[in-house]
């Protein structure tokens, strides 16, 4: 079994056939957002998104992001408000992802990890500022479904309410 199976067969064991409810944030400085590199996730094995992750049980959606960010990013960050919602569903994957706004107090940026997957499969290989044109370059498989909604990073902090893609 090559490395990027086992990676699919551990993101589908640990978060297959259930709905999770992620937490992300939209991080901007100046004209460049942050966005998290995966691997695993697709048959591109290549997946950009903002920071974001899992709530876990009794923590809050703005508690569980700033965890996050620091796992992923190494940054401080104070969360702002809710953006919108967008649900996911490719079976044996469903996500519900509240997405907020998101500002850096500190720490540094550094390629963090995910503590729910072994170290041999960790999924996060690449963190970066990325200007919004640098985003669209890449194919739409390989980045997170609301760019193909936004023709700016302006328009990314536009979004509101029940955004249903991907079903």
Known sequence: MTQIDMSHQEVQTLYGNRVRVRVCGLCRQGDRLLMVRHRGLNPANRFWSPPGGGVQFSE????????????????????GGMLFVSEFIQPPLHALELFFVVDVKGGSLR???DPEMSQDNQLIDE???MHFDEIKQHPVQE??????????????????????WGN
Not at 60 to 76: K, V
Request: glycine residues 8%.
């Open 60 to 79: 809050s959606a703005p508690d569980a992001l700033a965890r996050e960010f620091l796992e992923e990013t190494g940054l401080i960050v104070a969360i």
């Open 111 to 113: 390629l963090g990890g």
């Open 127 to 129: 963190v970066k500022w």
């Open 143 to 164: 980045m997170h479904q609301l760019f193909q909604h936004c023709q700016s990073l302006d328009d990314v902090f536009q979004l509101k309410g029940y955004l249903p």
